[in-house]
Each structure stands twice: as C-alpha cells, then as structure tokens.
C-alpha cells in the first residue's frame, strides 16, 4: 500500500514538472529516483507525456529507463523516435533487452534500427535472434566477462576496469581457453582477496554448473532455484560458451511462466499484455475458442441426462444432487491435477512415476471420497430427510466421483507432457467436463441398480 502510494505521489510531481515546462527540474528528479520506479511512472502516463518524458531523460539513465517500460510503451517511443535516435537506445541497451524487444516489432522498424546500430550491437542482436523462442540461448546476453587461464589476478582486475561498464555482471568472470571453452569461473571478491601475482588457472573454480543455448528457459530457471545462482553460463554443444542468464531476466521468465499456465488453466489463450492494455476485442478472443470448445463438450452432459430421463421421471429427487455430485467431482479433479501439474514444473514428478503419482491419489481419494460421503449421508438423511437407498446412491456416486475425479486430474497432466502438450491445458475446465460426463454416467448406473429402475 505504501508502495503504490509513493508511486501515485512520484507520478503527480513528475506530471506536474512536465506540464509546467520545468524541464531541469524534472531531469534532476528523475536522476535521483530509481529508474524502475521513473519507468512505473512512465508506464501510467498518456503516450504523449511518456514520450516528452523520455525525452528529458538525463542520457546517463534514458536506456535503464527503456529497459525497465512496458514492451508495447517501447515500441511506442521507438517508433517516435527517429532512426538514429531509435539506434542509440539499443546500443545502450543490453543485448539480450534489446533482442527482445526488436523480437515484437515490424520488420521494416527492425531493418532501420538495425541498420544505424553499431556493427558490435547488430551482430549480438542477430546471433540471439537465432535462438528458438523460449529457449536459454534466446534470454542471454553476451555481454560479460572473460579471462585466460595464463593471467594473474592484476591482469584480470585490469580487465574488468576496461571491459566491466560494458558487461551485464562483473560479480562471477568465466575462464576460457584458446578454443572459447568454458573450463572454470572466478568471483570478483577471490579476485579482490587473491595476491596480485597468482595465476588465473590455479585459483578458479573448476566444476562449472552451465546450461545448453537449446535448453528450455524454464529449465535454466529451476537451475537458478536448485543452485542458488544470480549467473549462470550457457555454452553451445562444444561448450565453448556464448553467454550468460542473469537472475532479472529468470525473475521475468518465472513470472511470464506462471501467468501462461494460469490462463491456461483457466481456459484462456496465453496473452503478454497487462489486462488494461488488452483490448475488448482481443480479450474475446483470447477467451472465446475455449469457452466454444466446453460448451460443445458440455453437451455430452445433456446427452447422459437424456439417456437416463426414466430414472429420473421415477426417483425426481435425484436431480437435486447431480449439481453437488458434479461439482465435488470437478473440485477433486481440479486439486489433483493443480497438484501435479505443479510438480512437472519443478520437476518433481515426470512421467515414470505415474503409478506413483497414481497409487498416491487412490489412497487421497479413497479418504476423501468416504469422509464427504459420511457428511453427506448424515445430511441427506436429517437434514433433507429423503429415503435410505436414495441416500446410498448418493453417497456411494460420491465415493466413485471423487476417485474417478483425482485419478483423471493426476493421469491426463502427465500423459498431456509426455506426448509434447503443455499439462496446464489439462486443468480445471478440461479436466471438469470429462468428471461430469463420467460422474453422471456413474451416478445413474447406480441408482438403476439399487433402485431398480428400469432404462
């Protein structure tokens, strides 16, 4: 609360700076403020104040300032700018910031940035464009440090003094032989604590945790989790390395991760936009396929129910429960799948250990199935005082729905990623249409049976 506060506060001043010209003033402000929070100022701003704003910018922060905006506020003040302007923002930029926002625009921007970039600036650019999308070699920068195993540790501070502006982190440096392979990293505080004379080789770290330019970015984010990293090296398949992941850049992978599989699971196509940038009609779009797709599913459900009608015309009071039958079914299938669709982004469940996975959730449901139908049964017969056996169809449909439900939400996420699907596809409306056809199936076979009623 504190927080956006202060920034509704930055946001008036600075506006008011603007409107009333007072252009060195607001240069200064904006120089002592954190530059992430003069972007979330930019981000709230109408386009063309944002841009009168990057224009007063002090050049020491413009591009930090870039670098930190809304991607479709990027492309916004590119496009304004011209072309030499355009070029100086991405040579300030680091590589992998601008690959990615050069990755969003039209051809034809690209092609005149490009062109008035540096030659060292559009060769970084078009070797990260090469990358598969989502891939660590696509996230990278190639911008750091490296060192020669000959070197002394004065040679290499040396080397930082002339290279480190120009690097994404200068805290861990890479030790590289004649061919360009990784063989071992040093720390900038060894480098500090070392004497000056000591050789490079001997006093760098050897066993080097690194990951592969085609390795999935989620990948290299679990890495980062497991070990601990603020860096982590990519090397190609001769390991001679290319670049290096930065822990701002998983932040933004881990964040960009979860909302994709959330929409996902919602039954929602994945979109990159804030909710206030997504238009009306784009956001139809983006939820109407799914919502067509349930919907035409959802008619198995009608089917079923027309297909027992006479079991229905007999015991009336049947209908009353179907709504419960169903939901508790979707509910238990939607913990179960949440779950391990869970455990396959962290890596903790794979494939091999679907029986496992699935001897895990008979034992949850066979629990959960007999604690509910208990409830209900007690319920059923103070509470709504129906008949006994029409109780223990309810109950029993219970017991079934609920382990139909969790073995359904545990197998389908791991059969979906074995077969290449993303298992968050396979979450909750997915997975709840499939249990409400089966528990309805369930539910009036049962009741035919113990009621006797004739199909």
């Known amino acids: 609360m504190e927080e956006k506060e202060l920034e509704l506060k930055n946001e008036e001043r600075l506006l008011d700076l603007l409107k009333n010209k007072q252009y060195t003033r607001l240069r200064q402000a904006c120089a002592d403020m954190q530059t992430a929070d003069v972007a979330a100022v930019m981000d709230e701003m109408e386009d063309e104040d944002t841009l009168k704003m990057f224009r007063v910018l002090p050049k020491s922060i413009a591009a930090d300032v870039f670098a930190n905006l809304d991607l479709e506020i990027q492309q916004y003040i590119i496009q304004s700018l011209s072309d030499k302007e355009a070029s100086n923002i991405i040579d300030n930029l680091m590589a992998d910031d601008a690959t990615d926002l050069l990755e969003e625009m039209p051809a034809n921007v690209v092609k005149k940035i490009l062109a008035n970039a540096r030659p060292d600036t559009r060769a970084d650019i078009n070797h990260l464009l090469r990358y598969p999308e989502d891939s660590a070699g696509s996230i990278m920068t190639v911008e750091y440090v490296d060192l020669k195993e000959q070197m002394t540790v004065s040679d290499a501070i040396e080397r930082i003094r002339r290279i480190g502006l120009d690097s994404e982190t200068v805290n861990v440096c890479y030790v590289l032989d004649q061919q360009r392979v990784l063989v071992g990293t040093v720390a900038l505080r060894t480098l500090l604590i ?164 699935f001897w895990k959730e008979i034992r949850v449901a066979f629990l959960c199935g007999i604690t509910l139908s ?18 223990a169809v309810v109950c029993i449909t219970l017991v079934f729905v609920v382990l139909i439900a969790k073995v359904i939400g545990c197998c389908l996420p791991l059969l979906a990623d074995r077969i290449g699907f993303d298992p968050a596809v396979m979450a909750s409306p997915f997975i709840t249409t499939i249990v409400d056809a089966i528990s309805l199936t369930v539910y009036f076979m049962i009741a035919t049976q113990l009621l006797h009623i004739a199909v």
């Open 374 to 391: 208990a409830c209900n049964f007690v319920k059923l017969l103070l509470v709504d005082r129906i008949a006994l056996p029409v109780a």
């Open 194 to 357: 070392r004497d000056e004379d000591d050789q490079i080789g001997d006093i760098m770290q050897e066993n080097v945790v690194k990951i592969r330019t085609n390795t999935d970015q989620e990948e290299a984010a679990r890495m980062f989790q497991k070990y601990d990293f603020t860096v982590l090296p990519v090397v190609d398949q001769e390991d001679r390395m290319v670049g290096i992941i930065t822990i701002d850049d998983v932040v933004d992978i881990i964040q960009e991760e979860a909302t994709e599989d959330i929409e996902k699971m919602a039954a929602i196509l994945p979109s990159d936009k804030p909710y206030f940038r997504t238009g009306v009609f784009e956001t139809f779009r983006k939820r109407i396929p799914w919502l067509l797709f349930l919907m035409i599913s959802a008619t198995f459900t009608g089917a079923i129910i027309t297909r027992f009608e006479d079991a229905l015309a007999t015991y009336v009071v049947l209908t009353a429960y179907i709504p419960m039958l169903m939901d508790t079914g979707g509910n238990a299938g939607s913990q179960a799948s949440v779950s391990v669709i869970r455990g396959i982004s962290l890596g903790e469940v794979e494939f091999s250990e679907l029986p496992k996975a």
